[in-house]
């Protein structure tokens, strides 16, 4: 994990962009517009990380979206699978699929919901739990490398932001 107490200049991260661009022949598009809107830069950031996440899953046969629903139901909140379609902001659907695909897997399993019989939450079996272990430490292997050029601090700071972004815009 890159914890370095001070940051490279932002010309230093300019010019590491560059040889990144440079290296796959889209220099030329870092001076566009597009190229400085954060809705482009997280849709960016985000297709990057989840496919250094996927690639480090997939020896474990997962992909960052049944390892989302399997984190979930690792947490022992007891979501319904109404609850993982909504804060995963996927379709109903797609949960249920990811979670038929986890329970052939015998790593999760439907339950009735003590909150409302007509609903079922998700919980991870212990089997469950041993496969979440292993793909926890795959998806902090792929943020340790997404992250590298950020400080242990910055880290902090990217994942608050991040996490009024995505939860309180909702409102």
Known sequence: MHTSQS???LNQ???RAEQIAAADGTFRLLATDLASEIEFLTA???SVGTARANAMLAPLDLRV???CVLALACSDEGPSQ???AEFLHLDP???VSLV???EKRDAVRREPDARDRRSKVVAATTSGRELYDHARAAVREAEDQSMAPLTHEERLHLKALLRRVAFV???
Request: aromatic residues 4%; negative net charge; glycine residues 0%.
């Open 169 to 171: 815009s909702e409102e």
């Open 93 to 95: 659907s797609q949960i």
């Open 13 to 15: 991260e300019s010019d």
């Open 65 to 67: 979206s049944s390892y």
């Open 7 to 9: 940051s490279p200049p």
């Open 100 to 102: 038929d695909r986890l």
């Open 44 to 46: 960016r950031a985000r």
């Open 82 to 84: 109404r609850e993982l």
